[in-house]
């Protein structure tokens, strides 16, 4: 069975402040990792993968599979980041896709 | 423009009818999904299907059905038999080759 553990549901930081996003996972095969992101109003969007490695609007994760772990974070938060967060899981040879609980942040001024 | 279209937006019903949400796609993705999506429980998987006339249950089926007839439609029936059916329905469609998903807008359903 796979699933994805987002711990905290609310997040509030400061403009300019580092944040982190937390999320686990739980899956016997090999895992394909996502962070997705719905801005106010907006449709739930990719924000990253794991298998790009790349940064998107500042933000990195890293796949850590010994703590099966892909935590989300950005070291300066903008107000523009402001949002809902959601860590997704999915089996490299399998469709089935699942989310976590979802993380709101909050970046405040 | 290419995209997902969920309809219909708002929907209400009384309790015990069956209701039905359409979802198209003109992205000619292979593969469709729905899901629910309520307050403090992020997204949970109702059904997916990755191939015409082929669908898999996921984490939360009872209550609910669907059919995958055509590449670009993939409409999800919520039945009496769902006890909970008060929720916000999204739909969501991917490429087999590629791992983004692309989300519709979403139906809100309100039972009465």
């Known amino acids: 069975a796979q699933r994805v553990t987002q711990p905290e549901k609310l997040l509030s930081v400061f403009k300019g402040a580092p944040v982190e996003l937390k999320c686990n996972y739980s899956y016997s095969g090999s895992p394909e990792l996502f962070w997705y992101v719905q801005y106010s109003r907006q449709r739930l969007q990719l924000l990253l993968r794991?298998?790009s490695r790349e940064s998107i609007k500042g933000f990195t994760a890293d796949l850590n599979k010994g703590e099966t772990s892909f935590h989300l974070k950005k070291p300066f938060a903008q107000e523009e980041d402001s949002a809902m967060y959601y860590c997704?899981?999915?089996?490299?040879?399998?469709?089935?896709?699942?989310f976590g609980a979802g993380t709101t942040v909050t970046v405040r001024a | 423009d290419g995209g997902i279209t969920q309809s219909p937006k708002y929907l209400f019903r009384k309790e015990g009818q069956n209701v039905t949400l359409s979802c198209e796609q003109n992205?000619?993705?292979?593969?469709m999904y729905w899901y629910r999506q309520d307050p403090g429980q992020g997204l949970r998987l109702i059904y997916y299907s990755q191939i015409v006339n082929d669908f898999q249950k996921g984490d939360i089926a009872e209550g609910y059905s669907v059919s995958r007839e055509k590449k670009e439609s993939f409409p999800l029936t919520v039945t009496s038999a769902q006890k909970n059916p008060t929720a916000f329905y999204l739909c969501?469609?991917?490429?087999?080759?590629?791992?983004?998903?692309?989300f519709g807008e979403g139906s809100r359903l309100t039972v009465l």
């Open positions: 997704a899981l999915s089996g490299r040879y399998d469709y089935k896709l699942s």
């Open positions: 794991h298998i």
């Open positions: 969501a469609s991917r490429a087999l080759s590629a791992g983004e998903l692309f």
């Open positions: 992205l000619n993705h292979d593969a």
